[in-house]
T-cell receptor, first 109, second 114 residues
Framework: EDQVTQSPEALRLQEGESSSLNCSYT??????LFWYRQDPGKGPEFLFT???AGEEKEKERLKATLTKKESFLHITAPKPEDSATYLC??????????FGTGTRLLVSP | DAGVIQSPRHEVTEMGQEVTLRCKPI?????LFWYRQTMMRGLELLIY????????DSGMPEDRFSAKMPNASFSTLKIQPSEPRDSAVYFC????????????FGPGTRLLVL
């Protein structure tokens, strides 16, 4: 069965304190790994797609990387506005996404 | 583009009542997805359509749930009769193959069944 596990469940950082979120997956055939950001009361907002091991994508203070078994979302010098839940999902084929349960990030000023 | 539009944003109903959730996908997208999000189970895919045709409904919890897509710009998810355990946030998302299969989500409908 395809599975996505995210850790930690929750993370509290001070402003400027860099860290990483982890997404590990077991799928029969990976056709893309997606990172989304979700703010309270809103729908998930697309951040990145990664397709092959070794691939990296960056956007402002976020950088996503991918290996054969896991992906990391690195947050460099975070700001309070980066506080959100970060969701990881894998496309196992035929447009179906399997989501992890997310990491709740809180950045304190 | 206005993005994916969902209505209503909030719905409170009593057990046994029929509930209808509505979605307008992004214009030009040929895939539409319905998800349910709860604290316990996270985001779960219920059903998805391609070119208005249901492709996979294996995530629909039971016969009380049904979904339709009568045209490319409108879809409904219906629960009849509703039960308290159906309380959740329901999201609609759309995508197109040309866009690399990235799904774009609507703001969700928060459903509370009393």
């Amino acid at each position: 069965e395809d599975q996505v596990t995210q850790s930690p469940e929750a993370l509290r950082l001070q402003e400027g304190e860099s860290s990483s979120l982890n997404c590990s997956y077991t799928v029969s055939g990976l056709r893309g790994l997606f990172w989304y950001r979700q703010d309270p009361g809103k729908g998930p907002e697309f951040l990145f797609t990664l397709y092959s091991a070794g691939e990296e994508k960056e956007k402002e203070r976020l950088k996503a990387t991918l290996t054969k078994k896991e992906s990391f979302l690195h947050i460099t010098a975070p700001k309070p506005e980066d506080s959100a839940t970060y969701l990881c999902a894998v496309n196992t084929g035929f447009q179906k996404l399997v989501f992890g349960t997310g990491t709740r990030l809180l950045v304190s000023p | 583009d206005a993005g994916v539009i969902q209505s209503p944003r909030h719905e409170v109903t009593e057990m046994g009542q029929e509930v209808t959730l509505r979605c307008k996908p992004i214009s030009g997208h040929d895939y539409l997805f319905w998800y349910r999000q709860t604290m316990m189970r996270g985001l779960e895919l219920l059903i998805y359509f391609n070119n208005n045709v249901p492709i996979d409904d294996s995530g629909m919890p039971e016969d009380r749930f049904s979904a339709k897509m009568p045209n490319a710009s409108f879809s409904t998810l219906k629960i009849q009769p509703s039960e308290p355990r159906d309380s959740a946030v329901y999201f609609c998302a759309s995508s197109d193959r040309e866009g690399g299969e990235t799904q774009y989500f609507g703001p969700g409908t928060r459903l509370l069944v009393l």
